[in-house]
């Protein structure tokens, strides 16, 4: 509530009026992102009371599927955020008038590196990022020298040696590439680099930072709370339709009865063993049996046909034990929830 109203006063006052808390702001914001992307169990702690419930950390270490025949490349997180950075920039430097031609050519820049890492992403590595990316610094220092030509001579001073440099850079790195295969391109292993859910949601802590800075640097009010608004919303939207339904296959017994019901044939109970987490009798409509002792287990087990017993992970040797060497203990799906696990006695 006490940010909402903050929102309000910057949109309604301005966002030079509140400069010096926005500043304070940006440490709080950097050292919570860092938090947050290092560590996503801190997500569900904000939610949950015991915090040593198992955390299924493979589902944040692994790499995310972008396409069916590839995953999500560093490559992918750059060039989007380097055409969405340069594209903001472009639209304002062109839009605004005053702005130096400086600017524009920062704009122009940002916007052709990010076409050159789409080319290269796009293409899966059989083309050099680094000859774009001279090609880019070379179309760059083009048009700052164009400008210069046009521009009042005090101020081609500044332009010149601008031009000169960037055109020289972009030359060294084209020509070099042009020289080499497109494997030893020394950019290409970070741009095809699998991401994983970690690195994303840091990299997209640090763009939505950037981008709000830019925004409320040059005091442009519609575009800061545009960019705002844009992060927020994305962000509750994965983390309410995507993260959190991922993580409910862990934090709840529901799936794992879904399959009891799905395969059981009529007659066949199942027990929850030493177990009370009253998440199995919900699930189960109270018709789960909950034996707490070995040997009540042993005669569930020895009982004429098939029988289902859901378990902690960490118990799974007592039980196979309280049932007997003469029973086979099936595991059902046994990674899909990482603290609960279905199995079937025969």
Do not use: C
């Amino acid at each position: 509530v006490l940010i909402a109203l903050f929102i309000d006063k910057l949109w309604t006052e301005g966002v030079a009026a509140h400069g010096v808390a926005l500043l304070f702001g940006m440490p709080f914001f950097v050292l919570v992102g860092k938090d947050l992307a290092g560590n996503p169990k801190n997500f569900t702690d904000l939610f949950v009371y015991n915090y040593d419930r198992p955390y299924p950390f493979d589902m944040v270490q692994k790499p995310i599927a972008l396409f069916a025949t590839r995953s999500m490349w560093m490559g992918d997180l750059v060039s989007v955020a380097l055409l969405g950075l340069g594209g903001f920039l472009l639209f304002d430097a062109f839009s605004q008038k005053g702005r130096s031609v400086l600017v524009k050519g920062v704009a122009l820049l940002l916007t052709l590196l990010g076409g050159a890492g789409l080319i290269t992403v796009a293409t899966r590595g059989s083309v050099s990022p680094s000859l774009f990316a001279g090609l880019a610094l070379v179309l760059a220092a083009l048009y700052i020298g164009y400008e210069g030509v046009r521009g009042a001579p005090d101020a081609r001073l500044a332009r010149y040696p601008a031009a000169v440099a960037l055109a020289l850079a972009g030359l060294k790195l084209a020509v070099r590439a042009a020289q080499a295969a497109p494997s030893a391109d020394p950019l290409l292993p970070f741009l095809m680099d699998p991401v994983n859910l970690k690195e994303a949601m840091g990299f997209a802590f640090i763009i939505g930072g950037t981008v709000v800075s830019v925004t409320a640097l040059t005091r442009s009010r519609v575009a800061l709370f545009g960019a705002f608004w844009t992060f927020a919303f994305g962000f509750a939207l994965w983390f309410n339709w995507s993260h959190w339904v991922d993580l409910s296959h862990h934090w709840t017994q529901r799936d794992l009865f879904w399959r009891y019901y799905a395969q059981k044939r009529p007659g066949e109970p199942i027990t929850a063993f030493l177990m009370n987490w009253r998440g199995e009798t919900f699930y189960s409509k109270n018709t789960v049996k909950q034996i707490k002792d070995n040997g009540l287990l042993n005669a569930y087990a020895h009982q004429p046909g098939r029988q289902w017993a859901l378990v902690e992970q960490a118990r799974l040797g007592i039980l196979k034990s309280a049932v007997g060497a003469d029973k086979t203990v099936t595991l059902i799906d046994r990674d899909l929830n990482n603290k609960f696990v279905l199995v079937t006695i025969e």
